[in-house]
C-alpha cells in the first residue's frame, strides 16, 4: 500500500516535455505540502519544487520558467509538468509529502521515485 504513487516518468528528446504526478494516499490525513526532488548519479538529492495546500509553489532555479508545479487538493495529488528539458534534467524524481498524521506528528512521506532520461 505506497502512499505516495507516482506516474509520469520516461524517455523524452530534449526539449521535450513530460508531466509527473504524484497521488497521495488519504490515510496520510493532513497534508501541508508536497513537492518533488531528484536525484541524478554522481550528484547529491535537490529539491525541484514543492507547494502548500494554499497553492504557493517554489522552484528551484535550475527549473524555473521550466517547470511548473501544481496541485489539486480534491485529489490529493500534485503535478509537475516539465518542458524544455535538458540532458541534465535525467535523474530519478522522488514525490515528497509533508503531513500530519492522526497523531499529530509531522512527517515526510516519499515515493519510490519515477525515472526522467532526457536524451537523443
Known amino acids: 500500500q505506497a502512499q505516495l504513487v507516482e506516474s509520469g516518468g520516461g524517455l523524452v528528446q530534449p526539449g521535450g516535455s513530460l508531466r509527473l504526478s504524484c497521488a497521495a494516499s488519504r490515510s496520510i490525513f493532513i497534508i501541508h505540502t508536497m513537492g518533488w526532488y531528484r536525484q541524478a548519479p554522481g550528484k547529491q538529492r535537490e529539491l525541484v519544487a514543492s507547494?502548500?495546500?494554499?497553492?504557493?509553489?517554489d522552484h528551484a532555479d535550475s527549473v524555473k520558467g521550466r517547470f511548473t508545479l501544481s496541485r489539486d487538493n480534491a485529489k490529493n495529488t500534485v503535478y509537475l509538468q516539465m518542458s524544455s528539458l535538458k540532458p541534465e534534467d535525467t535523474a530519478v524524481y522522488y514525490c515528497n509529502a509533508r503531513a500530519s498524521g492522526r497523531n499529530g506528528q509531522v512527517s515526510d512521506y516519499w515515493g519510490q521515485g519515477t525515472q526522467v532520461t532526457v536524451s537523443l
Open positions: 507547494i502548500t495546500t494554499g497553492g504557493r509553489a
